[in-house]
């Protein structure tokens, strides 16, 4: 028992000899974790926890060509992947694959692939659209430097991202300490669990990657990527026009409401904060639908029926709000040919 006092100021001298390294503040710290997502080359292994399903990814993340490339590769289930070359992004499985968009013309994004795979690829890239919205995100929400810690072997800088309103989720991010490259991240709600981990269970940062580590896998095949007249080719304004009569403070539209290319007949807007984002389908319909809201880890579903037109919202953002938006959008006219 005499050797207990020894061993508490053991453990108390280890824990304060820790190096402090976190000298810089949150907002410092987030901008190191913008500028390597657009600057780090790395590859690794991640897995995901999203609505109860633990998924096993690889990715592999580099500038290529002066542009951010990105290849997240499923390791269990269906062979699928998501591959951004800069700004056109393809989802990519065995029968089925596709172009889901092209920043050129789309003002808003298409609906997601098959399978449930996210467009945005890796949580590493959603992070990249707060590098204009620091300062304006900060409005909306807190950013803390918590402290230190360590994920996938490394030394981590921890910050907590804490949300001024019931209207957005809150996040916990570990950032490589040598990188910046983010490590890990959790989505919270105001009570509760995470909603959704994001975690590198191993991570390479390398010198360079090659065009080749961007190619589809064996037996996946790369849809033909649309033509440079093609991709400018704006498209058409939509037959439905509606506004959106409530969204929370801060979220400002990006772009007009347009026509999706994969699916004609949908009329979409998308609303962001700089951080969240939040996106509207608005479809003509004969009769009404079954209304419904649903989740799935932190993405939230919506549908309601709004003057012969289904309505769904579809976003990171709780479910509450996500139910106001759409109860409150208002239909302006329907063209009859959209029917």
């Not at 998924?55 to 490339?69: C, E, M, R, Y």
């Not at 704006?234 to 037959?239: A, G, K, V, Y």
Request: net charge negative; glycine share 6%; with cysteine.
């Amino acid at each position: 028992m005499k050797c207990w006092p020894q061993l508490l100021l053991g453990l108390v001298i280890t824990i304060h000899s820790w190096p402090v390294v976190a000298q810089d503040s949150a907002e410092q710290w987030l901008q190191k974790m913008v500028t390597a997502s657009h600057e780090a080359s790395f590859k690794g292994r991640l897995v995901l926890l999203s609505g109860g399903r633990l998924i096993s990814l690889a990715v592999f993340h580099a500038p290529i060509q002066g542009q951010v490339w990105e290849r997240v590769v499923h390791l269990s289930g269906e062979p699928a992947e998501i591959i951004r070359q800069g700004d056109r992004t393809f989802s990519v499985h065995r029968m089925n694959s596709s172009q889901l968009s092209s920043h050129v013309s789309d003002a808003a994004p298409a609906l997601k692939p098959p399978s449930g795979l996210s467009t945005a690829g890796s949580p590493v890239q959603k992070w990249e659209s707060i590098q204009q919205g620091i300062q304006a995100a900060s409005r909306y929400y807190r950013f803390e430097l918590v402290g230190e810690d360590r994920v996938a072997g490394r030394p981590a800088i921890l910050i907590e991202v804490e949300p001024l309103d019931l209207h957005r989720y809150g996040y916990t991010l570990w950032l490589d300490e040598e990188s910046g490259v983010l490590l890990r991240s959790q989505t919270n709600p105001l009570k509760g669990d995470p909603l959704e981990i994001f975690e590198f269970v191993q991570l390479s940062l390398v010198d360079e990657l090659s065009v080749g580590d961007f190619q589809a896998g064996e037996n996946l095949k790369m849809p033909k990527p649309l033509s440079r007249s093609e991709a400018e080719q704006p498209l058409p304004i939509s037959d439905i026009r509606w506004q959106a009569g409530w969204v929370p403070d801060g979220f400002v539209a990006a772009g007009r409401a347009a026509l999706s290319r994969q699916y004609p007949t949908v009329s979409v807007r998308t609303y962001s904060d700089g951080l969240a984002a939040f996106t509207v389908f608005c479809e003509a319909l004969d009769a009404p639908v079954t209304e419904s809201t649903s989740s799935r880890g932190a993405t939230v579903a919506v549908n309601r029926n709004r003057d012969k037109t289904l309505v769904t919202v579809v976003g990171e953002i709780p479910a509450v709000t996500a139910e106001k938006i759409a109860e409150n959008v208002k239909i302006l006219a329907v063209n009859e040919r959209t029917r």
